[in-house]
């Protein structure tokens, strides 16, 4: 019943991603703000009536004509790395994000040394280029060590572009210079949890939901870091607390479902499953699931009709076959049993276990002649034992065939010697019967 850790990393990333996504939009307009009224501040004007234009229509949100007034300004002073950072600013705000892209690259080039336009390109890069908004980034950071927000973004950069020791390195060095911003502590527990220190991360997202207690992406990330140190209970009710806010995500009730099932609170799992069917069709795992269930409870009926369902589903899988002829044989359900084991073996004629519970199935439904077929398949891929000596011997005496089923019982009592059980007996007495009557003939 176990969800493997991969699949709960992988719900948690998808979640995380579009988390993030928000946060970027969030973020990146009062950086670029902030950035030009920086600018506008310590920057000669050679012009100033048309960057007076341009500020004015920049207060007014008039993007368009404040980007024409900077276009109209660089084109006189092509090297002045203040204009091209302005137009970068007006483009960004008009969503022209390869224009603004070029315009911050200018800027950078003109003037290494200024921070916001090496900010600026590396949150334009940042979204479609992570690796490539790394070096801008770096050198913002650089420029202004006593903030925290550059080293976020560095970090942000960092582990989006796969490189996850040093994001979280500069995540850190955020945290240190703000203890108290959510969006540090949540980037930095989804970077441990990423890189499977479960225990760190778990702090970090303790703090995230401190300074934001209705952060669902936080409570998902706690439950997922508890989860990897096997903290099933806390694990399980961070779950229940964050599908308090997200009462349809299917998948997440699943999820805890199964917790609970590792933790053998199956008839609380039952209940949040049937919560998770109640806002999403039943998929294969649910299913399965649901039969795990059932059958720990003894709800055998319901056990079968959920994997008869899977199975209609997923009609080529061989082991959901057997599992319902299992389950079938179980219930003494014999020729639909027989059914699912000759389905499963014909998918997959590996599956010698099937095999055997087919000639089962055969045998208790009184097919001796179809027991007898499989268990001459049987024992050419594997040794006869005691059981398939038995049931040979069994199945040669149901029809009659006198000579071959006294000489199937002698070859299992000769290999069952000294075992008092009820085959024993009913071999012995079987064997004498059938050497009575076999002397009897002969005397006739």
């Not at 600026?120 to 801008?136: I, S």
């Not at 927000?149 to 989006?160: C, D, T, V, Y």
């Not at 706690?222 to 779950?239: G, I, M, R, V, Y």
């Not at 319902?324 to 014909?346: C, D, N, V």
Request: charged share 30%.
């Amino acid at each position: 019943m176990n969800e493997s850790r991969k699949s709960r990393m992988d719900c948690f990333v998808r979640f995380a991603a579009g988390f993030f996504l928000v946060l970027f939009l969030r973020m990146s307009c009062p950086l670029l703000a902030a950035a030009q009224t920086a600018r506008i501040q310590h920057f000669p004007n050679p012009d100033k009536e048309l960057l007076q234009q341009a500020q004015a229509a920049m207060d007014k949100k008039d993007y368009a004509a404040a980007a024409e007034a900077y276009r109209r300004y660089v084109a006189d002073r092509p090297d002045d790395a203040y204009g091209h950072f302005q137009l970068g600013y007006a483009y960004t705000a008009l969503d022209r994000h390869a224009e603004a892209t070029a315009e911050y690259r200018k800027a950078v080039a003109l003037d290494p040394s200024m921070a916001a336009a090496q900010m600026n390109l590396g949150l334009a890069l940042l979204e479609k280029e992570p690796a490539a908004a790394v070096e801008p980034l770096r050198k913002a950071a650089n420029l202004l060590p006593d903030q925290a927000r550059p080293k976020f973004l560095l970090g942000w950069a960092l582990e989006r572009s796969g490189q996850l020791a040093p994001a979280i390195e500069q995540y850190e060095l955020a945290e240190k210079i703000d203890f108290k911003t959510f969006d540090i502590h949540f980037a930095l527990g989804r970077a441990l949890l990423a890189s499977q220190h479960a225990a760190e991360a778990e702090a970090e997202f303790r703090q995230a939901l401190e300074g934001k207690p209705d952060s669902k992406a936080s409570r998902l990330g706690l439950a997922e870091s508890l989860l990897l140190q096997k903290k099933l209970e806390p694990a399980a009710e961070q779950l229940g607390e964050y599908l308090k806010s997200q009462p349809d995500d299917a998948e997440n009730r699943l999820r805890r479902a199964q917790i609970l099932a590792d933790l053998g609170k199956y008839d609380d799992a039952l209940a949040e499953l049937d919560r998770a069917e109640a806002t999403a069709p039943a998929t294969l795992a649910t299913l399965k699931l649901r039969a795990d269930l059932c059958t720990e409870l003894k709800q055998y009926p319901e056990a079968i009709s959920a994997l008869q369902k899977a199975v209609a589903q997923a009609p080529k899988d061989a082991e959901l076959h057997a599992r319902l002829g299992h389950e079938l044989l179980e219930q003494r359900q014999y020729p639909p049993a027989a059914h699912e084991f000759g389905i499963a073996f014909q998918l997959d004629p590996r599956m010698t276990p099937a095999l055997r519970n087919w000639i089962s199935a055969q045998f208790m439904a009184e097919n001796y002649s179809a027991a007898l077929g499989g268990l001459d398949l049987f024992e050419k891929r594997e040794a006869a034992t005691d059981g398939t000596r038995f049931v040979r011997a069994v199945c040669y005496d149901k029809l009659g065939r006198d000579a071959e089923a006294l000489d199937a019982y002698q070859k299992f009592l000769a290999q069952h010697a000294g075992t008092n059980d009820d085959q024993y007996f009913e071999a012995s007495a079987r064997a004498r019967i059938l050497k009575r009557e076999s002397k009897a003939k002969g005397k006739k």
